[in-house]
């Protein structure tokens, strides 16, 4: 949607970019690329002040804060124009410093996430500083230049670094419309940093001349940012850059890796001398790691809990009723199964509810529901090994052999208890069938779980075809008696 007037922006920047440079070819050495930087990054910082305002909660703090940087940056310029290169310095870190405080804010969504781009911030910058200091500073610290000069050819290139690579965390996880304009800063930004590293190269070698070609780099680079700022739609109602779960957590090993490789080389071609600023830094860098690493764990540890409690509770949930939380059919026949595959004797005890369905039709669903909750917890309390849920008005219990009969008719008379509904009392009974397993192979071969809720179910079936209210328990007559015998409702 916004791609066009992106675009013709873009190509505004660099048609001013190339009349610069014209100027620039034809009277090297003057202000004018200067004052242009200067006057740019004011608008570009009154920019992204404006795109704040319709932003909510971290992402307005992170659009401010680079906003703020801009404008720290454009009076850093001013200050180098008419006054102390020292005092222009100071304030060319403390742009830098909202800068990134800025990106840093935008790419952490949590607390902890706060505390790991500080920490990817700190590796990275610590490990850039040491690269600049094997290749550039230290080198230029040995030949006598002071530690002042070595500190303004470092700070630009290494700050310009660590925003860039934040930034390239929100390219990597922002996602939709907002990562258009992420990746416009970034391309931005490192346009900004090309013209600081070659900044800091001419410092070293004694070539920088101000009003050449070096300082378009800067125009040209915030004048991508300028364009980059997100519009009001980009970010109306976001509460956060990042829109997905995923990071690019193996960012800050880059660069320290890349100061890994540096380090070696130079330890050869030193012959193993190392001196004590590379030993600091090496010591800064391991402490960071380390520290980032025990994050990391306390992370996973974290997760691994919460992923054990949803497995736990998706288990609970499989094998449970959700009505009354007792166990469903499956587990019921699940360790049923064991008890047998075991040799172990075993009673099943079937009940199913009388005068159930009436209570659903005069005092509805709900109410039914109340006394199936009811039910369950009085057969909990009438022993057995395990209650469970069939389904419907359904329940199963196991209970050991010799204890069978007694456990059917405490159930009998726990469902016969009256269960107060809706202002009213309403009483159910139970018919309880019986089939018990002597264990040990009895019955034969094949003989399985199904197979003994099959005869339980036919004993409970006769319970009611006998009365209701009662027990019985099964026998091998049963089953002829039963199939000329009508269906009969509960």
Not at 160 to 175: H, K, N, P
Request: hydrophobic share 50%; aromatic share 8%; with cysteine.
């Amino acid at each position: 949607m916004y791609a066009t007037p992106r675009l013709r922006q873009t190509a505004v920047a660099l048609i001013l970019t190339a009349a610069l440079l014209a100027a620039v070819l034809q009277h090297p050495g003057g202000t004018l690329v200067g004052w242009a930087t200067c006057v740019l990054t004011l608008g570009v910082g009154l920019r992204w002040l404006q795109s704040a305002r319709p932003a909510q909660g971290r992402i307005r703090v992170g659009l401010r804060l680079l906003g703020s940087g801009f404008l720290a940056w454009s009076a850093g310029q001013l200050v180098w124009l008419v006054g102390p290169a020292r005092l222009a310095t100071v304030v060319f870190n403390a742009a830098a410093v909202l800068m990134a405080t800025g990106a840093a804010w935008m790419a952490a969504t949590r607390r902890l996430g706060s505390i790991r781009a500080a920490l990817d911030g700190l590796i990275m910058a610590t490990s850039l500083c040491f690269i600049s200091w094997v290749v550039i500073l230290g080198p230029l610290y040995r030949a006598g230049a002071g530690a002042t000069a070595v500190f303004d050819a470092a700070v630009y290139p290494i700050g310009d670094v660590l925003i860039g690579s934040i930034a390239l965390l929100m390219l990597y996880e922002t996602r939709g419309p907002r990562r258009r304009s992420v990746a416009v800063v970034v391309v931005g930004l490192l346009l900004v940093f090309a013209a600081d590293t070659a900044y800091a190269s001419q410092v070293f070698a004694g070539t920088y001349r101000a009003g050449h070609v070096t300082d378009l780099g800067w125009f040209l680079g915030f004048a991508i940012v300028g364009v980059g700022a997100p519009r009001p739609a980009e970010i109306a109602g976001s509460a956060a850059m990042v829109t997905d779960g995923r990071s690019w957590d193996h960012l800050p090993y880059l660069p320290f890796s890349a100061a890994l490789c540096t380090g070696v080389i130079a330890f050869a071609v030193r012959g193993g001398r190392v001196d004590g600023v590379l030993f600091l830094l090496v010591i800064l860098m391991t402490v960071l790691i380390l520290v980032r690493q025990l994050l990391a764990l306390r992370d996973n540890r974290l997760l691994n809990g919460r992923l054990a409690e949803v497995v736990d509770d998706l288990r609970h949930r499989a094998y449970h009723d959700p009505l009354t939380d007792l166990p469903n059919r499956a587990l019921l026949l699940d360790t049923l199964q064991r008890r047998l595959d075991a040799g172990r004797p075993v009673a099943l005890l079937y009940v199913d509810l009388d005068g159930f369905k009436p209570v659903n039709d005069s005092h509805g669903h709900e109410a039914g529901d109340r006394v199936l909750a009811t039910i369950a917890g009085r057969l909990e309390s009438c022993g057995g090994d395990l209650v469970a849920r069939l389904g419907g008005d359904e329940f199963a219990v196991l209970t050991p052999p010799g204890v069978a009969e007694d456990v059917a008719w405490r159930i009998i008379a726990a469902a016969a208890g009256p269960v107060p509904v809706r202002g009213a009392v309403v009483s159910v009974g139970a018919s309880v069938g019986i089939a018990r397993h002597p264990g040990n192979g009895g019955f034969g071969g094949g003989f399985d779980a199904g197979d003994l809720m099959r005869h339980a179910d036919l004993a409970m079936y006769a319970a009611k075809l006998r009365g209701r209210n009662r027990a019985v328990t099964f026998t091998a007559e049963l089953e002829p008696d039963l199939e000329s015998a009508s269906p009969m409702a509960a």
